[in-house]
């Protein structure tokens, strides 16, 4: 039932933006930006190629938005916009998505004890940067997972990837994880 309340606000705030609303797809945008960035940031690392994506992400999305027939809930239409768009500027880079070549602070309680603190900090600095060893597609697919708490389901309309092989990336990208950090 949730969902149609969704695909209703969405369905509203579709009319109002092709009826030259402006205004209602700055709203999609804020509803949106932290995982069309999260995406882009987790498969690409120049700061000014994620600016850019981003902005053709949107203007894509602004431009098709006729077409987007709520067979999904809107961000995640979006989110396999910035998926698909981020994919193929990897690909017209000739950057492997799949080749081995954000922060998880919220994820762990604070404590006030310095010594668990700094043992803390270490440990998620050492998750982070493997994690961001891991090729394009795993990086994404981890935070879209772990971080953004997405549903598999949702994480494969983005994708355009079947539920099968989002589990299989994901224990893939786990067992490289645990095998990386074990040698700490």
């Known amino acids: 039932m949730g969902n149609e309340n969704n695909h209703f606000s969405d369905r509203e705030l579709i009319a109002k933006i092709l009826g030259g609303n402006t205004q209602a797809f700055a709203v999609v945008v804020k509803d949106t930006e932290k995982l069309v960035t999260q995406i882009v940031r ?54 492997p998505i799949l080749e081995l070549d954000t922060k998880l602070e919220t994820k762990f309680a604070l404590t006030e004890n310095p010594e668990s603190e700094a043992i803390r900090a270490e440990t998620l600095e050492i998750i982070q940067a493997e994690i961001d060893k891991l ?50």
């Open 42 to 95: 987790k498969m690409t690392t120049n700061a000014d190629d994620q600016k850019d994506l981003v902005q053709n992400i949107y203007l894509k999305a602004y431009q098709n938005l006729s077409s987007f027939q709520l067979k999904s809930k809107l961000s995640t239409w979006i989110g396999n916009i910035a998926y698909n768009t981020t994919v193929n500027y990897l690909q017209k880079q000739k950057i």
């Open 135 to 184: 090729p394009p597609l795993y990086k994404t697919l981890i935070t879209l997972y772990h971080l953004e708490e997405l549903p598999n389901k949702e994480i494969a309309a983005i994708t355009n990837l079947p539920e099968g092989t989002i589990k299989s990336y994901l224990a893939r990208a786990r067992k490289i994880l645990k095998d990386n950090i074990r040698y700490f």
